[in-house]
């Protein structure tokens, strides 16, 4: 841990550190500084690393410098790093040393969808597995960290019995098994554990072709405060995944949507994810396609197709809405005229073809061209963030309508948005936004039995 401080540049400098110190005082008394005003920073970091690794039986001491890491530098990067070795101190605590090496040398040839795994392990509890919680091993290290349950089977014993059951490999499975059951004879666990086999299971797979990866993002307004809103993220592959919901503010969407779809996709090809952002009208201007770049876009790739949802349909308007889809569906090679008429809100749309903003919808004049195409039922609308009546941007967007079948559509236009060529077509649309109203693709829907979320404030 002193290690990776030691590298971050802000906490090289002595104000980021007193900072530091100031949030462990408050929270874990007795992290003062060490003797000597001369003392160096290495020398501040590994006492306060030293302060909060002692006598931390739980790891709440660890975790407390974690949260204060990240309220001090911003660095999710390096916070992960420090919860996952607060994550393996811990476990040095609960395992030996020859437990953990020969667990880590098996874990590490496993491949399997740690979320679907934890969620059958542990029900009907799941836990959400952090950030930094991104293939077996991590998880593992983390649930050590949750108490036993009813039977008395430790949480990370059950997760693993439910990752031997799901691996393809006999040969892997089998050596995970022994593994398991050695651990569980040392201890008296053995009838747990094979309780506990016995109702193991692969995760199941839906008969047919599985279904398209979907990540949702649904923003909904907090009602309270207008600078926050409330971020609810749902994630379908083989299953239904729900995330807890978090109250966000406005300026840091950015960040937590970022966390999450590198948290979602760390361990998936990118190729066929849909990234649906499901959004009330205030909040259908956000940058989403940007925030769904990598940061280095000059020297990374991403694959990802990003639309727009409206959250504004009304039931009313479905059998209009499905029309249209079925109509731009259909169609199987382009057809002129691409677009209605820029502007026109009353006029009837052309069946089955997508329509053209003339300006942004947080707009007065793009708001009601999109309210009026919402109620005709129209399923794909594409905008400019910033200046939709821009005459390049019309003019590349009606070229993509008429380059392929619009089916085709959002991966067009994120192929168009990724590229890194300086055609005048990238530059002319890297700030369109799709959206994208697929009939077929609603969002999941709760369980009338299950309790409101708790919202934490992030």
Known sequence: MVGLLSRSERLGQPTARRALQRHLEYTLPGTARPDGLEASGADELAHIVHRCAQDDQTGEKTDSLTRAVLAVTGDAEMVSQLRLLSDLNLARTRLSPAELSSLYALLQECEADIHDVARLALAPFPPRLPEHCTDPWSVTLHLLRRNAQPDGLPPFLAFLEYLAASLTSGD???????????????????????????????????????????????????????????????????????????????????????????????????????????????????????????????????????????????????????????????????????????????????????????????????????????RQGVAAVMWDLGNADRQDFRAYAERLFDEAPLSQLPMRLARVQTARDGSPQAQALQDAVLMWDDPDRNLPRLNPLTAPDEVAIR
């Open 172 to 374: 892997e499975r089998r050596r995970l098994q022994e593994w398991n059951r050695a651990h569980a004879a040392d201890r008296g666990l053995v009838e747990p554990l094979e309780r506990c086999r016995a109702a193991a299971r692969p995760i199941p797979r839906r008969a047919g072709s599985a279904p398209e990866p979907r990540i949702m993002f649904v923003l909904l307004p907090d009602g309270l405060d207008e600078d926050y809103c409330t971020l609810r993220v749902w994630h379908q592959q083989e299953q239904v995944v729900k995330d807890d919901d978090v109250r966000v503010r406005h300026s840091d969407l950015h960040r937590a949507v970022r966390q999450r779809l590198a948290h979602w996709t760390a361990q998936r090809n990118t190729d066929h994810i849909l990234v649906e952002f499901w959004l009330g009208l205030t909040l259908l201007n956000l940058p989403v396609v940007r925030w769904c770049m990598p940061e280095d876009h000059d020297n990374s790739e991403s694959n990802l197709r990003v639309v727009v949802r409206s959250l504004n349909l009304r039931p009313e308007d479905e059998r209009a809405w499905r029309a249209h889809w079925s109509g731009l569906i259909a169609q199987k090679r382009p057809t002129r005229p691409a677009l209605c008429a820029a502007g026109s809100n009353d006029a009837p749309l052309p069946p089955g073809r997508p329509l053209i903003l003339a300006e942004p919808p947080d707009h007065d004049a793009g708001r009601e061209q999109l309210l009026a195409a919402l």
